[in-house]
């Protein structure tokens, strides 16, 4: 199974853009990056996905290095409901989350 | 829609008991997973169906157990529970296997004393 690396916690100033960076050097070729949150006492909710292209949705934008070895979620203007645990995750059967990255947004 | 719902919300079992957990997932959606979340642990995959089929496993012991219904409706059972199963379970269902996005539920909070 790919594994993901992330920085253990960061903050973020509200209204500035948090950058959110994962490595997966071992990803396969056809395997996507999933990105998930999980605010407190919630279950994780889904953000975004990608393959080898840059996406954007209406929560995030995902940029993917393009040897695919590594990611960066933006959160083009974060908010203190921002707050939370983000997950990088190289689907595997079953997908696994590590410790994810948590972010502090601060006024 | 109606979004992943898990009964019940909160268990507090003793020691040797066992526990059903039920999941019924978001309408259309054939795909349940389940996943343990512990504060030491983080979140672990213990499996997943689909069309009644267990199609994955995490690396649980034997007491961990799953089934999947026809209208896609999941239970997961613990029997002898131990201290170390107290965790929050948490059930997420996908309209496929290996589907992109899950939709997690707010989970089972089990406490084990």
């Known amino acids: 199974d790919a594994k993901t690396t992330q920085p253990t916690s960061m903050d973020c100033a509200e209204g500035r853009a948090a950058n959110l960076p994962c490595n997966h050097s071992t990803i396969s070729g056809n395997e996507y990056v999933y990105w998930y949150r999980q605010i407190h006492s919630q279950g994780p909710q889904y953000i975004i996905h990608?393959?080898?292209n840059n996406e954007t949705n209406e929560m995030a934008s995902l940029i993917i290095t393009e040897d695919r070895k590594s990611s960066t979620l933006i959160l083009p203007h974060a908010t203190l409901r921002d707050t939370a645990v983000y997950y990088c995750?190289?689907?595997?059967?079953?997908?696994?989350f590590g410790a994810g990255t948590r972010l502090t947004v601060k006024p | 829609k109606a979004g992943v719902t898990q009964t019940p919300r909160y268990l507090i079992k003793t020691r040797g008991q066992q526990v059903t957990l039920s999941c019924s997932p978001i309408s259309g959606h054939r795909s349940v997973s389940w996943y343990q979340q512990t504060p030491g642990q983080g979140l672990q995959f213990l499996f997943e169906?689909?069309?009644?089929?267990?199609?994955n496993k995490g690396n649980f012991p034997g007491r961990f157990s799953g089934r999947q219904f026809s209208n896609s409706r999941s239970e997961m059972n613990v029997s002898t529970l131990e201290l170390g199963d107290s965790a929050l379970y948490l059930c997420?269902?996908?309209?496929?296997?290996?589907?992109?996005?899950?939709?997690f539920g707010s989970g089972t909070q089990l406490s084990v004393l």
């Open positions: 169906y689909f069309s009644e089929t267990q199609r």
């Open positions: 990608g393959l080898k």
């Open positions: 997420a269902s996908s309209l496929v296997t290996k589907s992109e996005k899950l939709f």
């Open positions: 995750i190289v689907r595997a059967p079953g997908m696994r």
